[in-house]
């Protein structure tokens, strides 16, 4: 309690001096410089034409490490070898820095206004860039020229104390640093309400949400918090004046609340759960379920550890979704709580920090996807992917004058089991924490001594893995299967990562805020003699060093992703580095500085605007989310017995596999296709514990239904399969499983799709096989789209039934009959609404919007198939092409003809190729010639024009 009050005391007598602001000088420069130095990067990396891609990972990383660093040193050195010529590089930087951030607000202000809005940021945003450069770097020769000369130096010295002071310097960066955050936040041209900012409190519909009512009630909402987190600061520091000995009382009272409420408060009812990424997890659980090994033939991208969690959840509950849900859930709420904790150890206004980041929290889950998403539809954007990183610097946060602790060891131990990515967090997190405490300390020797012990966790972690599954399996993990993922899930793989389309800037604060904590330790280091330092010295090590490397870990998703709203994944990390400083600032600004009264207005203006959005969208009545608050308000499921009641509900509908009306639900299509697998699988495969169940594709394209068909159906494949889509993106791994020696017995059943054509290659392959070694026979069951059949080994004695495989005569006659009459009512449908169609690709959603009537038959979920495949639709002019995918070889014989013979239908092709358009009708001889290259590709060209000029006409 002593320390904690000298630090008050020390601060205290700082702030009436003004002092700070020279504290704080050399890191303001050295931000600055930083801006300017990654303006320089995107212009340079522009003229060399370095790809997309690595020029965003060169800027993101050389902005929040190298450039920080040597610019906080460059000023550093700058001000022990010449003061005067620090003080004007100073300004220089920062009024440089300045006119670059009001230029930029300026050009997107202007491109908003523009016609041609897009392409005019692009190269003005460019141009500013350009010219800030290479200005900078012509007045900085000009100033060093000039410095030669005797006197100048002095007069610029007394210019820039009387013009340019430091209170004045600071406020105009941080205002130019607010508006142009504003202003670039997300390029809109031509949008009414410029940008989102100021967007989500208008209406997009007419008569739609936010209504007057909701927008007054979240205003209101939004001020009550704010002027609560004043209050517990007002509170806080008159504890510190006249009741110092209830103040660490009231801070943990206030901690135990913000933990209840944390964890109560933000819990998901509705379990919400996309299907097709919560299988990163779900199928590699099932897989271990039903007697894979860990890392030998059971993987995730995403590591042992979620993959764990899923498992140890399915111990407790039924394979479901929901259950699953629940399990992340949980990873989250910890997550929750170890943000509060280390909120609490980094603040010294711990009763206001602890509140506003329950306002943080609110904003995370609101904010996802612009207000439309749920965080918890996706297992990997928080808690089960950076968990184990945040308990490290928890635990860094914790130690209290010692460099190593249990919990330390305890934390890298488990980010070793947990994932490669938690792995190297945490080791960057410990790493870097004690290598600059030795470094400050001038402890070279130790610092030797300090690295060996941090590795004993990390190590003792690997060994338990490896040795754990020697003695399970019997070999050693597969690290290489493993890491293999990384060829396609990295910040440069074509596979994974989105090239940066500079229209969302809203990532600068996080990016700014990293920069300035990396300077900032990085000063204790080069000056650990300045006193003024010193007293936060160890704060910055033990606390804002992690939280920003834990920043910039988490925000290198949005840097390799960059899809704009999963800047939020490193939200909270960012409000670990933001909330403590702007507290700081707000108690400067409660004892009387006029500069911070000033620069109070930013985060308070940006929390005020943080708690508007989280009130209006979080706790609407159509939210994306079920809280307490809704389930209460809204169902009168206030109890405990009824919200446990509402999750069993929901469970038992999901494994009923009933239609179900959220937003991340299966698809119809999809449901029906699992439930007539599941339905066959119950009927027909008795009591062996393994199927072999083939699906192919879902309604959106992804390899996923035969894995989710399996849970339902509580057995799993016969071929060691986690989850069907991300085993193939690692060939090695494909290769594993399909080398796998699976002996498939007369009489199994083989449940797959009517059309292989639909199948991915994984499937394809192990389908190969399965006709390789014997044949598929005696249908036992048919859907639309699903057939089971009984296998039947080569070389045992048959059956006096017939070996039939699936398309047999008739049904195949049958099929392609309701294809082609399916063909000539979208083809009539679309000739009468085809002037409404727009030109360039035409998609479902395209000819909903149109009326058009589109026959059951030819629609998968939101996508249009045609016989066997996908169905392609292109409009240019009065043109329509219509191009019908994995067509069998037969059913292209027995389209062509009539499909050529429809109202409307000029040419066809079986190639994309101009050359081989054919002109109709097409006879059968032609159709057997056409057929015979097996392309499974058919090509239907309609002119628009007669039947929409007659129908616009009439």
């Given at each position: ?218 205003t209101l909402t939004a001020m009550l918090f704010v002027l609560v987190g004043a209050g517990l600061l007002i509170f806080e520091r008159w504890l510190v004046r006249n009741r110092p000995a209830h103040l660490r009382s009231f801070q943990r009272a206030a901690l135990a609340f913000a933990l209840v409420a944390g964890t109560v408060l933000t819990f998901d009812f509705s379990l919400a759960a996309d299907p097709f990424h919560y299988m990163t997890v779900v199928g590699p659980a099932l897989h271990l379920l039903h007697g894979g090994t860990l890392m030998v033939d059971t993987f995730s991208q995403y590591g042992p550890g979620p993959v764990l969690v899923a ?644």
């Open positions: 309690m002593k320390s904690v009050m000298h630090e008050h005391r020390h601060e205290a007598v700082r702030q009436r001096s003004g002092a700070w602001l020279d504290d704080v000088a050399p890191l303001l420069s050295s931000a600055a410089l930083t801006l300017l130095g990654i303006l320089f990067e995107i212009a340079l990396a522009k003229q060399l034409g370095i790809e997309p891609r690595l020029r965003t990972m060169l800027v993101f990383i050389s902005g929040i490490s190298v450039l920080p660093i040597c610019t906080v040193t460059l000023q550093h050195w700058l001000d022990r070898r010449s003061p005067e010529a620090g003080r004007l590089l100073e300004a220089t930087n920062v009024w440089c820095a300045v006119a670059a951030l009001v230029s930029l607000a300026l050009v997107a202000t202007t491109a908003w206004a523009s016609k041609d809005g897009s392409e005019f940021w692009r190269k003005g945003a460019l141009h500013v860039a350009e010219v800030s450069a290479i200005g900078y770097i012509l007045l900085i020769a000009w100033l060093r020229s000039a410095c030669r000369k005797e006197g100048f130096l002095d007069q610029a010295v007394t210019v820039i104390k009387r013009r340019s002071s430091r209170s004045t310097q600071t406020i105009a960066l941080a205002f130019a640093l607010a508006a142009a955050v504003i202003a670039l936040f997300r390029i809109e041209p031509g949008y009414r309400y410029f940008n989102p900012v100021f967007g989500f409190v208008f209406r997009t519909v007419p008569g739609g949400f936010p209504e007057r009512s909701n927008l007054v009630l979240a498992y140890l959840a399915f111990q407790l509950g039924p394979p479901s979704f929901a259950v699953a849900n629940i399990a992340i859930q949980l990873c989250n709420l910890i997550f929750y709580t170890l943000f509060i904790v280390a909120l609490w150890q980094s603040s010294r206004s711990r009763m206001s920090a602890v509140w506003f980041g329950l306002v943080f929290i609110l904003f995370w889950l609101s904010d996802w996807n612009y207000g439309q998403g749920n965080v918890n539809a996706a297992p990997s954007v928080l808690g089960a992917r950076y968990l184990p990183i945040l308990l490290m610097a928890v635990a860094l946060g914790a130690r209290q004058g010692v460099r190593h602790s249990a919990f330390v060891f305890l934390a890298g131990f488990l980010s070793s089991l947990w994932s490669i990515e938690a792995f190297v967090g945490a080791v960057a997190l410990y790493v870097g924490s004690l290598a600059l405490l030795n470094l400050r300390d001038r402890s070279y020797g130790r610092l030797a001594k300090d690295l060996t012990i941090a590795s004993l966790p990390m190590i003792s972690g690997l060994s338990a893995l490896s040795i754990g599954t020697l003695l399970v399996a019997g070999s050693w993990p597969a690290f290489d299967i493993y890491f293999s993922f990384l060829s396609s899930y990295n910040p440069l793989a074509q596979f994974w990562s989105i090239p940066f389309d500079a229209r969302f800037w809203g990532w600068i604060p996080m990016l700014g805020a990293v920069a300035i904590a990396v300077a900032g330790c990085w000063l204790l280091v080069i000056d650990n003699k300045r006193i003024s330092l010193q007293a936060a010295s160890d704060t910055w090590l033990r606390h804002a060093l992690p939280a920003a490397i834990l920043t910039a870990i988490t925000g290198a998703y949005f840097a390799g992703r960059s899809v704009d709203f999963t800047v939020l994944i490193a939200l909270l990390p960012f409000a670990l580095l933001f909330l403590p400083a702007a507290l700081w600032l707000a108690d400067l600004a409660l004892s009387g500085d006029r500069v911070a009264i000033k620069l109070t207005v930013v985060p308070v203006v940006a929390l005020f605007w943080v708690s508007v959005f989280s009130c209006l969208y979080l706790f609407r009545a159509d939210s994306p989310y079920s809280l307490l608050l809704q389930e209460c308000r809204d169902y009168d499921r206030c109890t405990p017995a009824a919200l446990t009641r509402k999750l069993s509900d929901r469970v038992a509908n999901e494994l009923a596999l009933r239609s179900q009306t959220g937003l991340w639900s299966l698809d119809d299509f999809d449901r029906i296709v699992v439930a007539d697998a599941k339905n066959f699988i119950d009927r027909f495969s008795g009591s062996s514990t393994k199927v072999t169940v083939l699906l192919g594709e879902s309604a959106d394209g992804q390899e996923m239904l035969s894995d989710i068909a399996m849970m339902y159906a509580g057995k799993w494949h016969t071929w060691p399969r986690s989850f069907t889509f991300s085993d193939e993106l690692v060939p090695a791994l494909a290769t594993r499983i399909l080398a796998s020696r699976v002996a498939l017995k007369t009489g199994d059943l083989i449940v797959m799709r009517r059309n292989d054509a639909g199948l991915g290659p994984l499937e394809k392959a192990i389908l190969d096989r399965i006709r390789a070694s014997g044949s598929l026979c005696h249908p036992l069951g048919r859907t639309r789209e699903l057939v089971a059949y009984q296998f039947q080994q080569a070389g045992d004695p048959q059956s006096s039934d017939p070996c039939i495989e699936q398309d047999m005569a008739d049904d195949f006659a049958n099929r392609s009959t309701e294809a082609l009459q399916d063909i000539a009512s979208l083809i009539s449908g679309l000739r009468t609404v085809g002037h409404a169609l727009p030109d360039g690709p035409v998609n479902f959603s395209a000819l909903g919007r149109t009326g058009a009537e589109i026959p059951q038959g030819l629609v998968r979920g939101r996508r249009l198939v045609s016989f066997s495949g996908i169905m392609v639709l292109a409009k240019s002019g009065p043109r329509l092409t219509i191009d019908l995918h994995d067509l069998p070889r037969a059913a292209c014989r027995q389209l062509l003809p009539p499909i050529s013979s429809l109202a409307g239908v000029e040419r066809m092709a079986v190639t994309g190729a101009l050359a081989d358009e054919q002109s109709v009708p097409i006879s059968e001889a032609q159709s057997e010639r056409l057929c015979a290259h097996d392309t499974g590709f058919v090509r239907i060209i309609v002119d628009l024009g007669s039947r929409s000029r007659s129908t616009q006409g009439g």
